[in-house]
């Protein structure tokens, strides 16, 4: 996969609007900077053989000590710094009882190397070591996390860093990598246990009587849409599926009252390399007082957008330019989605200074358009009311109520099925594990995320984003790959298709450097970041030619999301949803592309 | 409103314009985001012919690329029509013969079939095949009433995948200082047939002093539509007696742990089983109403009131005993579940 940046147009755009700083960062900042800017420092690894253990690790945070998976030692593991064009080997040594794997989130590398252990190799057995060797085709900030069971709920991930071999187009003085994270004292398999006797679980932010007589912004729902959702057996506060009630949310490796803090000094530009690395949570990123500028997404640069907040799914990154003047202090505020609790840092010219940490907003609820009605609505319900501008907004399709448009769909809604199987197209199965299917889905990539639509400031959407280089390959796809994203809440069953991966499921396949489209329809009321291995794919937003190149991609709930792939890659490739426990439950499918090297075409 | 329109008319938007003339009009930015939203809407059908529009030149702002999409979404209700941004997707069709070829499974060729294969299966098994087990301890109680106070059990407990699972049931009832007046153990095959409900077959096992008995079961649990926890079973006893149970429950939250439970119970016989001292047709009904405190999900004290009778016949036979045929009950319980 080539990795053709046009630099040189990016430079001339200007786009970061930093003039005169385009050249000055041959060196990266971090080697410039040491890890001065980092406190406590980050421990890295680089170079051409790097070593790593996986190993049991006790982890402390709140002032309570679990038991932790980690990777030499330190959670989140170690930052593996890498440079375009090199080729690393990377020895991992495997210390547990039980198998493990390393898979490198986001690095275009042979099958064999994508460390999926049953379709890349075996995985790693106990106390062997596996050695992965590849060249590095790409830069920007990427991940690394086991594939194995589900440790990486336990700590087993970190940040991957790969500085470009050509000058950087994005210019800055200082960075910090923002690796966010959600860490629990339970074990993971109590996490299943619990979802699978009762999905809302982990849920306490529920509907209630005497919550319906407060006022609030999360309690304006009128009777007949609450008795509309209870018909459905559908909980509109169903948000995520395990919450602040178990997690600590982590901003590397720290929970809100260790609040990590990243240096600056007034008037710097600082580059954020923000990783969400979270088992199961979606994160809403905010800086109040503090723009961000987004240079990059998924590893991949975009032309620079800057905005006051943005969604971020699990495993996708965000690159970001912050220019704080003043000498005071920044906090970074990682909200769940649910807005059950927060991941807190703080950015600041010295260590000590903080700055105020907002409440948690009220938590938001889901709307038509989440139950898969979006194209059925009778208002302004276009993906795009949610501008730069505050207060420009219909709330029509608003997180918290739109009394009015909901209200009339609902009405009109009375009479049909929530789960009328004569929409399901013949390759899916609509059986126990799908509780619902969309009626009339539409494309998401212009809403900003589940409760949003209605925060007085801008918030990124999908469609705010532009390739910085020019897509690869512009070929118009041939076909269409349709898959649906699947679930039962009250079951916790999660599928593509409406069948688990251990039912035995074919696998979805492409021919060698064939252009398909692959569109994502989400049945289900739950935001699911799906994530492709071993490809960049094209989502599909209206910037024909610049769409941004992406490894995951959030779909909203009953919405889609459409990317566009050249299957360029031959082997075997796990596709799943990134949120651990949905993959965990079924949410998964082997992606082949044919012929393999060697093999006659 | 007039300029909007002018932007939808020149970049192909006028059938589905037509259809949504109606809509109100989000405000459109009169400024060089007008281009790009109107190539987010090529991809309407009716555009089908329409090139893919380049990417406009480098914005001049930080704001610019990134277009609010002023149209309205959702072109229509049918099932792909309201798919906007830009190229229609081409048809759904089938991968190539060339993406069939090849080999199963591509890393077999490194690392060998063999030690593939048996990871292969793990990696299967650990993405979708879950089986997981828990119990509920859904009342055990105290029962005050006049004169004779007595307890009650309601009990369940299962282990298994989604679709199919062993679950055990348990229900009983004393009175303090007596030995158990009448305890039943349920052992069946739970098997889920839709999203919410599940069959439920097996037997049960009557436990009360002299009159043992064996029944097949056939029933129905799961969820009916508002959240109603609902389930009833079809009894049929090893001397041939019929009977039946149908029981059904709500959860009103009040507050996240303060919870509020009505919940109903109605047995029906289909015929008169003297020995049990149970009439043809509808024998006994209880409503109860519960109020439990959830200090975490698991463990939930409660206080409620019951009210249980019998009917026909069933009233009959104990008003001949000298009880009556119902009455009330204060309870004092706890409800769990690990």
Known sequence: MTQAMERRSFLQAGALGLAGLGMTSLMPAWARTGSAGIVPAMPTVSGDDIHLTIAHTAFTVGGRTGHAVTVNGVLPAPLIRLREGQTVRLHVDNRLDEDSSIHWHGLIVPFQMDGVPGLSFPGIKPRTTFVYEFPVRQSGTYWYHSHSGLQEQQGHYGPLVIDPAEPDPVAYDREHVIVLSDWTFLHPHRLIAKLKTEGGYFNRQKQTLLGARKSGAEETMSAADRAMWGRMRMDPTDIADVTAATYTYLVNGHGPAENWTGLFRPGERVRLRIINAAAMTIFNLRIPGLPMTVVSADGQNVRPVTVDEFQIGNAETYDVIVQPTEDKAFTLVAESIDRSGMGRATLAPRLGMTAPVPPLRPRPTLTMRDMGMGGMDHGAMAGGTHGAMAGMDHGAMAGDGAPEADHGSAHSMSGRSMRDTSKVPDGMKAGVGVDAIAMAPVDRTGDPGIGLDDVGHKVLTYRDLMALAPNPDQRPPLRTVEVHLTGNMERFMWSFDGEKFSEGVEPIRFERNERARVVLINDTMMTHPIHLHGHFFELVNGHTGSYPRKHTVNVLPGGKASFDLTADAPGDWAFHCHLLLHMHAGMFRVVTVRPLDGEAA | ?338
């Open chain 2, 1 to 338: 409103m007039k300029h909007l329109l002018g932007i939808l008319l020149l970049t192909g938007m006028s059938p589905a314009l037509a259809q949504h003339d109606h809509h109100p009009a989000p405000p459109a930015p009169a400024d060089s985001h007008a281009r790009h939203e109107g190539s987010e809407e090529s991809g309407h059908p009716a555009d089908h012919a329409l090139p893919a529009e380049p990417p406009a030149s480098p914005p001049a702002d930080p704001h610019a690329g990134h277009d609010r999409s002023i149209a309205p979404d959702g072109a229509g209700s049918a099932a792909h029509a309201g798919h906007e941004p830009t190229v229609a997707d081409p048809p759904v069709s089938p991968p190539s013969p060339a993406a069939l070829g090849g080999p199963s499974h591509a890393a077999d060729g490194i690392f060998g079939a063999k030690e593939m294969a048996e990871a292969r299966r793990i990696v299967r098994k650990e993405h979708g095949d879950i089986r997981v087990g828990a119990i509920l301890i859904d009342r055990l109680e105290a029962i005050i009433r006049d004169g004779k106070d007595g307890y009650a059990w309601h009990a369940q407990g299962w282990y298994g995948g989604d679709i199919d699972r062993l679950w055990i049931k348990s229900q009983g009832e004393g009175r303090f200082g007596d030995a158990v007046e009448e305890a039943e153990v349920q052992a069946l095959w739970s098997h889920a047939l839709d999203p919410w409900w599940n069959l439920q077959a097996g037997i049960r096992q009557d436990i009360r002093a002299g009159t043992d008995r064996t029944y097949a079961v056939l029933g129905v649990q799961g969820l009916a539509p508002y959240w109603f926890e609902a389930g009833g079973a079809l009894f049929l006893s090893d001397k041939g007696d019929v009977t039946a149970r149908f029981e059904v429950d709500y959860d009103q939250r009040l507050t996240q742990k303060l919870i509020l439970q009505p919940a109903m119970e109605v047995n029906l016989a289909a015929q008169e089983i003297p020995e049990l001292g149970i009439g043809a047709g509808l024998s006994t009904a209880e409503v109860g109403l519960r109020l439990r405190y959830a200090f975490v999900p698991e463990v939930a004290p409660y206080v409620g009131v019951q009210y249980e009778r019998a009917f026909g016949d069933t009233a009959d036979v104990r008003r001949a005993r000298g009880e009556a045929a119902g009455g009330w009950g204060l309870l004092i319980g706890i409800r769990a579940w690990f």
